[in-house]
């Protein structure tokens, strides 16, 4: 079984949360496994994710999840719902890391582990119903495949190689703001063109309608 340093600790909780923002029965499925199986040493406060009960209830969910994420339209309503759940369950399993410990450290964890899961959460929800815009699932299916990949392997990171693992967490989360920035603007967009077009306005980014006139012998149609 690997005891986990504190450098280990400090990745851990920053890879919970940021996870947690985008799988988190997957973040719980994953970590109360390694502990289960002996692979790591799970703080105190993480303890509880290794009971069989929670294992299988877990389980179940990264069934669910896994099927609803990658369905256009369901997954961005699973993202609604999951807003008041990821964030707050972020947050719960970073201050997990060090609140059996230390409370003023348990606090501070709790915070980063929260702001991350914040931060991938609306990164993933803004890129998803920007996606969904597309008429193809097979993007969808991939940025989802995507997500699949990048937990287990930021978990992984955390424990074997820290420093790797925070250098990945530099580039998720600038890649993360700028998907939340562009997928933004581009919503606002789309929305501000719906709301024209069924309001009976002209619509700024149609092409113009080419009219025709009555014209002398040989001379080009009038637009």
């Known amino acids: 079984m690997q005891t986990l340093d504190t450098a280990q600790l400090i990745a851990l909780a920053g890879a919970l949360g ?17 502990g289960f199986m002996g692979w790591v040493e799970l703080p105190m406060g993480l303890r509880l994710l290794a009971h069989p009960v929670v294992l299988g209830a877990s389980g179940f969910m990264v069934l669910v999840e896994f099927f609803a994420d990658k369905v256009p339209g369901l997954d961005s309503l699973w993202d609604m719902v999951h807003t008041v759940i990821r964030i707050p369950a972020g947050a719960a399993l970073a201050a997990g890391v060090f609140g059996a410990d230390s409370a ?3 606090l501070v964890a709790a915070v ?12 993933k929800t ?3 119903a920007a996606i969904n815009t597309s008429p193809e699932p097979f993007s969808n299916i991939g940025a989802s495949l995507a997500e699949d990949g ?21 580039v998720l989360l600038v890649l993360g703001v700028w998907l939340i920035r562009t997928c933004w603007r581009y919503l606002r967009s789309l929305f501000s063109r719906l709301t024209r077009i069924f309001s009976g306005m002209p619509d700024p980014g149609a092409m113009p309608a080419f009219r025709f006139s009555k014209n002398s ?3 080009p149609p009038h637009v």
Not at 153 to 166: G, Q
């Open 18 to 34: 940021w996870a947690s923002g985008v799988r988190l029965y997957l973040v719980v499925l994953l970590t109360g496994f390694a």
């Open 104 to 106: 003023a450290m348990g």
């Open 112 to 123: 980063l582990g929260g702001s991350l899961a914040a931060t991938s959460h609306a990164a």
């Open 126 to 128: 803004t890129t998803r």
């Open 150 to 170: 990048l937990v287990p392997l930021a978990l992984w990171l955390s424990v074997t190689h820290p420093m790797a693992f925070a250098v990945l967490l530099v």
């Open 217 to 219: 012998p040989g001379e």
